[in-house]
């Protein structure tokens, strides 16, 4: 177990703390963490406008210029879209890994983390988990939906497509980038995580970068051999994996549920003491 420091001063009347730190770790007046409310229902709103013009752009243009690869206005409308979501998701992960390993704090720093701190981490964890259980299903039913009816309504003859520039170039990338972040950040910041490597986090970040060879095989096979596109078809069955990797986050919230019951004791006893 980490070593656990005394609570500093100034996280109950917030002398102390950033406007940032209090938007994303507010705690109750007695000093206990809350959930992040606002924080976390901003980023809905931006997030909600975001994947709104997403997939209007794809409904848009996807019957009109979005047909046939090999026409020029899907160079245009639809390869412009793919080159620049691979581009920024090239250089954010070339910026924010290495920010996030060479900013990060030294290792008796971390393990002196107070407990409430750390108990506020886990509450923001949790409620980001929240917001992620609306968030996901929107993506998995706006875009997930829309590729199968796609392939149901419209003949695979192309490399790509509009629905697989969105969902497998755009989508499926910054959930993998933001997932593979926040595993370099826990790793480096929380106190249950620093020094070790936690399997069940590894597994959900490798979920969708394995896959990742697969859609590369999926495009070139449908494109030259394998016109067949019911989801059982043998060169759909790499895209298991990304579910098979996801069952981890019951491994990870087991170890959050462990941490946060060390905690709360902690917290208790020092309260006690006070």
Known sequence: MAVI????????DGSNRSLMQRLVFPYHADGTPRAPIAFLLGIMVV???A?????WYMESTAFTVGLDYFEPEFQIYW???FYG????FAIAGAVGIPYVWFTRPTREDV?????????????????????????????LGLWVEADAAWHQVTIRDTDFTPTHIQLFYGLIPAGALGIVIGLLWMHTRMPNYVGRVSIPLVMIAAAPLMIMPN?????WGHTFFYAEELFAAPVHWGFVMLG???FAISGFLLECINRILILTKVVKTDEATA
């Open 5 to 12: 420091a005394d609570k500093p001063t100034g996280i109950i």
């Open 85 to 88: 979501q691979l581009a920024f």
């Open 111 to 139: 393990l002196a983390m107070p407990a409430r701190d750390e108990l506020g981490v886990y509450v923001l964890i949790f409620s980001a988990l929240g917001m992620l259980s609306i968030l996901v299903p929107c993506v």
């Open 47 to 49: 997030a909600s406008v």
């Open 244 to 246: 098979w990797g996801f």
């Open 51 to 55: 994947l709104g013009l997403y997939r």
């Open 215 to 219: 859609l590369g095989y999926n495009e």
């Open 79 to 81: 390869m412009s879209w």
